[in-house]
């Protein structure tokens, strides 16, 4: 199909040209109703990137929805859902693909709503510079300075300024100007390399692509102009050497190559590489594409290296200039943008991907929230929707990385739920945390299979959780005395009592029983590596946290034992008064009234009580461990 005004060149010439145009990614971001669509909209329409079958859409989808009378609505072009079309607003990330002669482009609108900054966030974290409109009437709002400050954390460092529906203030130079002043006072401290303002109007294509009539008092470049001659790309290629392994090549026994994509800098035949986590050498003995050998790959080309020497590689691993290598441990410092409904939580476990490597995580601590309107530093236990936060990180094995700053392929990461697998975060990492580099392992003589030889037992860590009332303390203790009289060797650490000593410092929100487990965790894991079987009475409601804990011990070590009890029974019980102070409000978040409880899909042992006694259950939970060889 014919796109309109456009001749049709010679195919083969107009391909190799445009092969070799460099790409630049840019992202339009602003409040609500500055124009991003509309600016966007205008660029394809006047720089004839638009087919006629596009233009019979937008004209008839003007008239339905359209916010400019009988002129057509550009805005309409980016906002594709129809809920977008009927409230007038962008909701979600729309990307778009266009050429000039001088270069490719992938841009993307994002939306303006506070309550989508996360999406915006998403638009920004792949971009070379970001185009913040500022409606002209309007000036700089607080959406404005949100967007540039999240523009400058997830690493853009090149800004066009573009002050829209200019022609509302009457082409105004002064308003320009004011407005102009006001956003290099707030953006001093954003670390942005260029800042080009355009007075423009997208409405009209004024300073889109040609100059306005009315604004012959500016003589910078348009919006085009700028964005075809910026340079911004060149920096990644004169960084060290980052690769990324995707996969393993191995299409038969005589051929074993590593593919990847050039995250930076540029590797030839003959360069030694280093696998970053490892430490492990090579020499690059071939580069292999889709069209055929090369002998020089550079950032952001997909190539498949082979190397002289069998060298441990895998997934997930990142190749590296040997004399420039990245980073590497399992603690450092971020910023991190919350994704989520649900609440980050420190200490709950999380799987981070960072490049191609997956890893378990958790946030060890918030160091302090940011106030993304006045850049405050607050304090917080939790982060929720779309909040900033400086965290400390530790992944349960090293990875290798570079500061965002320098590379964000290799700095940048994102959060994943481990039970939804959804994305709920992601992060720029800052620097290792040094603290780490101090701490060592201490090699012991004696081992937990030893200790639990001397014991005639082999360890466990028996987790017994349910609703309040429902039996897990009295069976426990019953499993306890019966294992004692059998001459085990045995520890009770009962959900109480550890709050009058380990635990006495934390309350009972959310973010504090994370806490509170994720402490008898790793406590409970001591005591089995001392041989014991350890025996843990907490209602324990989060599934994430039981995981977390099943996680640091060995296969099979970890028993979970279901009190299978009904709330309505456990409220009849109801031993120490706590659901009736809590259905008066007296106590808050309990769980089973204003907390929630998620049972165990699949507990090694699963008591139910109604009909049984107390040592019955406790006898189940005997037989099991004899069953088991345990004893």
Same mark, same amino acid.
């Given at each position: 199909m014919d796109k309109v005004d456009r001749e049709t060149p010679d195919l083969a010439e107009f391909m190799d040209h445009h092969d070799r145009k460099d790409l630049l990614r840019f992202l339009t971001c602003g409040s609500v109703d500055d124009g991003k669509s509309t600016l966007i909209g205008r660029l394809l329409y006047d720089t004839k990137l638009l087919f006629a079958d596009q233009l019979a859409t937008l004209t008839k989808d003007s008239r339905k929805h359209g916010t400019v009378g009988e002129d057509i609505d550009f805005a309409l072009l980016m906002d594709g859902l129809e809920a977008e079309r009927e409230q007038g607003i962008t909701i979600d990330v729309a990307y778009r693909f266009f050429a000039t002669e001088k270069r490719k482009f992938i @841009?993307?609108?994002?939306?303006?709503h506070e309550q989508y900054t996360r999406n915006m966030a998403t638009g920004a974290s792949t971009a070379d510079l970001a185009v913040i409109l500022i409606d002209a009437r309007k000036g700089v709002l607080t959406q404005t300075r949100r967007h540039a400050f999240l523009a400058s954390l997830l690493g853009i460092r090149h800004v066009i300024l573009a002050v829209n529906k200019i022609d509302l203030v009457g #082409?105004?130079?002064?308003?320009?100007? !004011? %407005? $102009?002043?006001?956003?290099?006072?707030?953006?001093?401290?954003?670390?942005?390399?260029?800042?080009q303002p355009i007075p423009l109007s997208a409405r009209f294509g004024d300073n889109v692509i040609v100059r306005g009539p009315h604004l012959a008092w500016y003589a910078g470049p348009t919006l085009l102009e700028h964005l075809?001659?910026?340079?911004?790309?060149?920096?990644?290629?004169?960084?060290?050497?980052?690769?990324?392994? !995707? &996969?393993v090549n191995r299409p038969n026994l005589d051929f074993r190559g590593y593919s990847g994509t050039v995250a930076s800098g540029r590797v030839a035949v003959g360069d030694v590489v280093a696998v970053a986590t490892s430490g492990r050498t090579s020499v690059v003995r071939s580069i292999v594409t889709h069209d055929g050998e090369k002998r020089q790959a550079l950032a952001g080309e997909a190539v498949t290296l082979v190397l002289a020497d069998?060298?441990? @590689?895998?997934?997930? +691993?990142?190749?590296?200039?040997?004399?420039?290598?990245?980073? $590497?441990?399992? !603690? *450092?410092?971020? #910023?991190?943008? &919350?994704?989520?409904?649900?609440?980050?939580?420190?200490?709950?476990?999380y799987l981070l991907k960072i490049g191609t490597r997956t890893v378990p995580a958790s946030f060890t601590e918030i160091k302090h929230q940011i106030d993304v309107n006045t850049f405050q530093h607050l304090a917080a236990k939790t982060l929720t929707l779309n909040e900033v936060a400086v965290v400390n990180i530790s992944t349960q094995e090293p990875?290798? *990385?570079?500061?965002?700053?320098?590379?964000?392929?290799?700095?940048?990461? %994102?959060? %994943?739920d481990r039970l939804s697998n959804l994305t709920v975060g992601a992060g720029m990492i800052d620097y290792a945390l040094r603290r780490a580099h101090n701490i060592h392992w201490q090699a012991l003589d004696l081992d937990k299979k030893r200790r639990a030889a001397a014991k005639d037992q082999r360890p466990a860590v028996l987790w017994f959780t349910g609703l309040s009332g429902s039996g897990k303390s009295t069976v426990a203790n019953?499993?306890?005395?019966?294992?004692?009289?059998?001459?085990? #060797?045995?520890?009770?650490?009962?959900?109480?009592? @550890?709050? #009058?000593?380990?635990?006495? +410092?934390?309350?009972?929100?959310?973010?504090?029983?994370?806490?509170? %487990?994720?402490? @008898?965790?790793?406590?409970?894991?001591? *005591?089995? +590596?001392?041989?014991?079987?350890?025996?843990?009475?907490?209602?324990?409601?989060?599934?994430?946290?039981? +995981?977390?804990?099943?996680?640091?011990?060995?296969?099979?070590?970890?028993i979970e034992i279901f009190l299978d009890t009904p709330l309505a029974v456990a409220e009849r019980r109801d031993p120490k008064g706590l659901y009736k102070r809590a259905r008066a409000g007296e106590i808050k978040n309990f769980t089973g009234i204003d907390s929630p409880y998620e049972p165990p899909p699949s507990p090694e042992i699963r008591l139910v009580a109604a009909g049984a006694t107390a040592e019955t259950l406790a006898e189940q939970v005997v037989d099991y461990l004899i069953h088991h060889r345990f004893l």
């Open positions: @841009v993307a609108d994002t939306p303006g #082409h105004s130079e002064a308003v320009f100007d !004011q %407005i $102009v002043a006001d956003f290099r006072a707030f953006a001093v401290e954003l670390k942005f390399e260029t800042i075809e001659t910026i340079e911004v790309g060149q920096a990644l290629r004169d960084r060290p050497f980052r690769m990324p392994v !995707q &996969w069998e060298i441990d @590689v895998s997934r997930g +691993d990142i190749l590296a200039d040997a004399e420039a290598r990245p980073e $590497v441990a399992d !603690q *450092f410092a971020a #910023h991190l943008v &919350w994704m989520d409904d649900e609440p980050m939580l420190s200490g709950r476990p990875i290798a *990385f570079d500061p965002y700053e320098e590379n964000h392929t290799t700095g940048g990461f %994102i959060v %994943i019953l499993v306890e005395k019966r294992l004692y009289a059998m001459g085990r #060797h045995t520890y009770l650490l009962d959900g109480d009592n @550890v709050r #009058h000593g380990l635990n006495r +410092d934390l309350g009972f929100t959310e973010a504090d029983r994370v806490e509170n %487990i994720r402490r @008898v965790a790793e406590t409970a894991k001591l *005591f089995a +590596d001392a041989g014991l079987i350890v025996l843990c009475s907490f209602i324990s409601p989060f599934r994430a946290e039981r +995981d977390m804990a099943r996680r640091l011990l060995d296969p099979g070590e970890f």
